[in-house]
């Protein structure tokens, strides 16, 4: 048998920067950690302010998830194509725009929901005029502006696996004579299911800690639309630290479980 080459020590100024940048991304995280007020925990989480901006949170981020399936599950097989054929210039395009919301500045998202749907809206001032509907100012705002920014990933991660998927169960079941909608039903749906559930629980994850576009769309109001991410800036502002640490560090533990429950799909060669 022969044995593996050992890997290449890397040299020591890659060591130093690549220490110097792992400092600098778990850093910050640790320090939450250390300063968390324990003692008090309990206590502070289970403050009207928290459970109420944690309910709301928790409530509004699964309604976004669900809508991010029903709207981006279609959206990912649109994107996907035929398994055998390029991404024609259309496709890219959608791809790109999928994108958007990924890259873009959460104010700058917020911005645009308003708009798209405030007052005096591009969507919403003509069904105003004709329904006499208010522009969304409840829950319902902060469930559009968490979808907006949370739906790309689900996208992304159900199109990854329906381009890894084996496309030949496809093929044996159409020559057996089901169906388009049949063989999306039977098969390409339970064969991508794994990517639909990773996809959901990101974008569960990206929801819940959603800020920026929430608070320009939805704005804050305690009780209503105030998330959890609302609430630790407030907490900070007010100056109590110890609050805003302590519901920090749901959003944190909320993200570890996530990440350590798809850690097979983030990092390759690393299976459960």
């Known amino acids: 048998m022969t044995?593996?080459?050992?890997?290449?020590?890397?040299?020591?100024?890659?060591?130093?920067?690549?220490?110097?940048?792992?400092?600098?991304?778990?850093?910050?995280?640790?320090?939450?950690?250390?300063?968390?007020?324990?003692?008090?925990?309990?206590?502070?989480?289970?403050?009207?302010?928290?459970?109420?901006?944690?309910g709301i949170s928790l409530g509004t981020a699964a309604?976004?998830?669900?809508?991010?399936?029903?709207?981006?599950v279609p959206l990912a097989l649109l994107l996907a194509g035929a398994p055998d054929e390029p991404p024609g210039l259309a496709l890219r395009v959608v791809r790109s725009l999928v994108t958007v919301p990924v890259v873009l500045p959460p104010v700058?998202?917020?911005?645009?929901?308003?708009?798209?749907?405030?007052?005096?809206?591009?969507?919403?001032?003509?069904?105003?005029?004709?329904?006499?509907?208010?522009?969304?100012?409840?829950?319902?705002?902060?469930?559009?502006a968490q979808t907006f920014v949370a739906m790309p990933f689900l996208v992304f991660a159900i199109e990854g696996a329906l381009r890894g998927a084996d496309r030949r169960v496809d093929l044996v079941a159409a020559t057996l004579g089901l169906?388009?909608?049949?063989?999306?039903?039977?098969?390409?749906?339970?064969?991508?299911?794994p990517g639909i559930a990773a996809g959901a629980a990101l974008s569960f994850a990206r929801a819940l800690g959603e800020y920026g576009a929430t608070v320009t769309f939805a704005t804050s109001i305690p009780g209503v639309t105030q998330t959890l991410p609302m609430a630790?800036?407030?907490?900070?502002?007010?100056?109590?630290?110890?609050?805003?640490?302590?519901?920090?560090?749901?959003?944190?533990?909320?993200?570890?479980?996530?990440?350590?429950?798809?850690?097979?799909?983030?990092?390759?060669?690393?299976?459960?």
């Open 3 to 54: 044995r593996a080459p050992h890997r290449a020590r890397p040299p020591l100024a890659v060591v130093v920067l690549g220490a110097i940048g792992l400092a600098l991304l778990v850093g910050p995280l640790v320090a939450i950690v250390v300063r968390a007020p324990w003692g008090r925990l309990l206590e502070l989480l289970s403050s009207e302010t928290a459970l109420t901006a944690l």
């Open 179 to 193: 169906t388009p909608g049949r063989r999306l039903l039977r098969v390409t749906l339970p064969l991508i299911a």
């Open 108 to 144: 700058v998202g917020g911005v645009a929901l308003v708009a798209l749907l405030g007052e005096g809206g591009l969507v919403s001032a003509p069904i105003a005029a004709l329904l006499g509907a208010a522009p969304p100012t409840s829950a319902g705002a902060v469930v559009l």
């Open 232 to 272: 630790i800036y407030a907490q900070l502002a007010e100056g109590d630290r110890d609050a805003a640490i302590a519901l920090s560090l749901v959003l944190i533990a909320v993200s570890v479980v996530v990440l350590v429950a798809l850690r097979d799909r983030w990092v390759p060669g690393v299976t459960r």
């Open 63 to 72: 309604a976004a998830t669900g809508l991010s399936v029903l709207l981006g």
